[in-house]
């Protein structure tokens, strides 16, 4: 049988095996020998051999505690992060079998690991050498379509004019997704120090509601603020600016003319929290879990200019600054996004 491969174990029944028989022997030796008080005599004995059968059990349970105590910890520090950690079995049995396939478990793990940090590395490189790339083309081409708009300004060709317009505007998308990616990248490599300051909450969401002020104007719709003015967050004020830009650029895209976004933030003992609101169209339930994937569009959004990186990013700096992000909505009524960052 396997369960007696381990050394411990054979031990364990051949010590329990010798206290029986020699119980057994020296009882049927007083009982041929008619010794008198022979009973009592067994009675000892058995209570001996029972004392020491339960000082085996107990020293063999202790060992297999301190053993299984050790691999509890060895699985504790690789959960913690120690990639190097390994459980000794240099021993036979059932349990020994279980520590080596533990072992291979966590070598076929480290393995993948490897190979998924390599794959996203060598993602990050392409994608941001690309990106490089394309901005010096992309350059060149506001340039010259400068160029054909001023050229068609000046001899009053209306339909070039319009297409250099829609070109622009292509140009611009492009631009976007370019420093979108760059961005991105960037904070997925940890390349990026955040420059972590003490800011006051309220002139970062005015300085947001001012970015986005004429637009808002433009198409009928306000922006609102609300938050007491001495909540203050640790935080790197440009990034933290283009997360909450994200958002609020987001709801403008999703509300109609006499829309309100409303920009919120409150102190708690624990947590600073800022929402954005919208009464736009919703999003549908099937999006939910979804909107914060790279590059992943509804087939019931009715957006045809947005790329799908921009609440990706918002969650890449939000998580970079150790904060959680929240989405609620409701189709029809509108969405809120709700950012909590630790204190």
């Given at each position: 049988?396997?369960i007696?491969?381990?050394?411990k174990?054979q031990?364990l029944f ?6 029986v028989?020699?119980?057994?022997l020296i ?5 041929r020998l ?5 009973a009592d005599?067994?009675?000892?004995c058995?209570l001996?051999?029972?004392a020491?059968?339960?000082l085996l059990c107990?020293?063999?349970f ?7 105590e050790?691999?509890i ?6 959960i913690a992060?120690?990639k190097s ?8 049995g059932?349990?020994y079998r279980l520590?080596?396939?533990v ?11 490897e190979?998924?940090?390599n794959a ?12 490089h790339?394309?901005?010096?083309p ?6 010259y379509?400068?160029l ?5 300004k ?5 339909t070039i004019?319009e297409f ?8 611009d998308r492009?631009e976007t ?6 961005k991105?990248t ?12 003490l ?7 005015e300085?947001?509601k ?5 637009r ?29 830009g ?6 403008l895209?999703h509300t109609e003319?006499?829309?309100?976004i409303r ?5 708690f003992?624990?947590i600073v ?8 169209s919703g999003i ?10 790279r590059f992943?569009r509804?087939?019931f959004?009715?957006d045809?200019?947005?790329i799908?990186?921009?609440?990706s990013l ?5 998580e970079a600054?150790?904060?959680t992000?929240e989405v609620?909505?409701m189709l ?12």
């Amino acid at each position: 049988m396997r369960i007696f491969a381990n050394r411990k174990i054979q031990f364990l029944f051949g010590g329990i095996l010798f206290c029986v028989l020699g119980f057994v022997l020296i009882a049927a030796a007083l009982v041929r020998l008619h010794v008198k008080n022979a009973a009592d005599y067994i009675i000892v004995c058995g209570l001996c051999m029972g004392a020491v059968i339960l000082l085996l059990c107990y020293g063999y349970f202790r060992e297999q505690h301190k053993i299984m105590e050790n691999a509890i910890s060895q699985i504790t520090e690789y959960i913690a992060g120690n990639k190097s950690v390994s459980i000794e079995c240099n021993d036979e049995g059932e349990l020994y079998r279980l520590f080596h396939e533990v072992n291979s478990l966590v070598a076929i793990l480290n393995a993948h690991a490897e190979n998924e940090k390599n794959a996203k590395k060598f993602l990050r490189n392409t994608i941001s050498d690309i990106s490089h790339q394309l901005k010096t083309p992309l350059a060149a081409l506001n340039i010259y379509n400068g160029l054909i708009q001023d050229e068609a300004k000046e001899k009053e060709l209306s339909t070039i004019q319009e297409f250099s317009l829609l070109s622009e505007q292509e140009l611009d998308r492009i631009e976007t997704l370019v420093q979108s990616l760059l961005k991105i990248t960037k904070l997925d490599a940890g390349t990026i120090l955040l420059d972590m300051t003490l800011e006051n909450v309220s002139e970062l969401a005015e300085d947001i509601k001012k970015q986005f002020l004429f637009r808002a104007g433009q198409e009928g719709k306000e922006i609102c603020l609300s938050g007491r003015e001495e909540v203050t967050l640790l935080c790197d004020r440009n990034w933290i600016m283009e997360a909450v830009g994200n958002l609020v650029k987001n709801a403008l895209d999703h509300t109609e003319k006499g829309g309100m976004i409303r920009i919120e933030w409150r102190a708690f003992p624990s947590i600073v929290q800022i929402t954005v609101k919208d009464n736009g169209s919703g999003i549908h339930p099937e999006d939910l879990h979804h909107i914060f994937k790279r590059f992943y569009r509804s087939r019931f959004s009715k957006d045809t200019q947005g790329i799908g990186l921009g609440l990706s990013l918002t969650k890449a700096i939000v998580e970079a600054h150790n904060g959680t992000i929240e989405v609620d909505s409701m189709l029809g009524a509108g969405t809120s996004f709700t950012i909590n960052f630790l204190i």
